[in-house]
Nanobody, 123 residues
Framework: QVQLVESGGGLVQAGASLRLSCVSS????????MGWFRQAPGKERAFLAAMSATGLSRTYEVSVKDRFTISRDNVNRTVYLQMNSLKPEDTAVYYC????????????????WGRGTQVTVSS
């Protein structure tokens, strides 16, 4: 089973930026679409962004599209989430996931999931 490990979370002030990373254990990383999700306290896990295996296609949840950017490095088996202009409502545990396509990921259907990294944005 694919192992995914997120990093890059932390405590920041509103308006700051963070870049999250997610490293995959599988040598077939380039075969998978990758996505980012988050779960805020008391809320369900929510889709944020996904990128196709080739990196040619991306999709975003509307509310973060102008502030978050997903990217990937297939050589280093890593997917990133650049988050700008962070707001207190972005506070959540952020997860990466692998999946068959960006459509399956945007529907919440990941094959493998990381354990998450905490992002806390203070006002």
């Amino acid at each position: 089973q694919v192992q995914l490990v997120e990093s890059g979370g932390g405590l920041v002030q509103a308006g700051a930026s963070l870049r999250l990373s997610c490293v995959s254990s599988t040598r077939t990383f380039a075969n998978y679409a990758m996505g980012w999700f988050r779960q805020a306290p008391g809320k369900e896990r929510a889709f944020l962004a996904a990128m196709s295996a080739t990196g040619l296609s991306r999709t975003y949840e509307v509310s973060v599209k102008d502030r978050f950017t997903i990217s990937r490095d297939n050589v280093n088996r890593t997917v990133y989430l650049q988050m700008n202009s962070l707001k207190p409502e972005d506070t959540a545990v952020y997860y990466c996931a692998s999946g068959a396509t960006i459509n399956t990921l945007s529907a919440g259907n990941g094959d493998s999931w990381g354990r998450g990294t905490q992002v806390t944005v203070s006002s």
